[in-house]
């Protein structure tokens, strides 16, 4: 079992940034691949940003040169630096976990960009 815990969603005006942070515990040494997703109201659920266990890193288009995922492996910790944020960046955050049997995610964190 994986646990995830995501922190760091808000309230931010337009052109700000905020940094996601999901904390992972139990079996992380199962983990492949973490990864960003977001879901605003009335939209489907979209990857934002994602991190395989080698370090390669991938966007979608709408993110890239803003955000930058990382991670710390001393933390268990995955980051999103969201940057220049824009209204449609608003939703809800989650973060998930894949290892070779399971899928875990996060319970979602939630990013208003508004002025």
């Known amino acids: 079992q994986v646990q995830l815990v995501e922190s760091g969603g808000g309230l931010v005006q337009p052109g700000g940034s905020l940094r996601l942070s999901c904390a992972a515990s139990g079996s992380i040494f199962s983990i492949n691949y973490m990864g960003w997703y977001r879901q605003a109201p009335g939209k489907e659920r979209e990857l934002v940003a994602g991190?395989?266990?080698?370090?390669?890193?991938s966007y979608t288009d709408s993110v890239k040169g803003r955000f930058t995922i990382s991670r710390d492996t001393g933390k268990n910790t995955v980051y999103l630096q969201m940057n220049s944020l824009k209204p449609e960046d608003t939703a809800v955050y989650s973060c998930?976990?894949?290892?070779?049997?399971?899928?875990?995610w996060g319970q979602g964190t939630q990013v208003t960009v508004s002025s």
């Open positions: 998930k976990a894949v290892a070779p049997r399971y899928i875990y």
């Open positions: 991190i395989t266990r080698g370090g390669v890193t």
